[in-house]
């Protein structure tokens, strides 16, 4: 079955804004810590935020502090990513994925990703 779907991905111009959403089901909705990771062009897949079930503990890659936001929606099963002042280096391809208990130390199901790109 399908766990992780994301939706969202686009393109945009620099200082443009995206929000990603991620619809879980099976196990994945049952994992508690849900995250977000991207993967530019060759380059390593990264870490850039993830939240606790209850919404209370979040966490955020450096790079992305103040400009991204991370949420979720258990009665919807769903967890999103709202992306402000976007730059063109964060153009790549976004992976939802679903882990542990806070905080997550490996995560067991993975979306197959949405891809933003940003203009300059």
């Known amino acids: 079955q399908v766990q992780l779907v994301e939706s969202g991905g686009g393109l945009v111009l620099a200082g443009g804004s995206l929000r990603l959403s991620c619809a879980a089901s099976g196990r994945a909705f049952r994992s508690p810590t849900m995250g977000w990771f991207r993967q530019a062009p060759g380059k390593e897949r990264e870490f850039v935020s993830a939240i606790s079930w209850s919404g209370i503990g979040t966490s955020y890659a450096d790079s992305v502090k103040g400009r991204f936001t991370i949420s979720r929606d258990n009665a919807k099963n769903s967890v999103y990513l709202q992306m402000n002042s976007l730059k063109p280096e964060d153009t790549a391809v976004y992976y939802c994925?679903?882990?542990?208990?806070?905080?997550?130390?490996?995560?067991?199901?993975w979306g197959q990703g949405t891809q933003v790109t940003v203009s300059s």
């Open positions: 994925a679903a882990g542990g208990s806070w905080p997550a130390r490996g995560y067991d199901y």
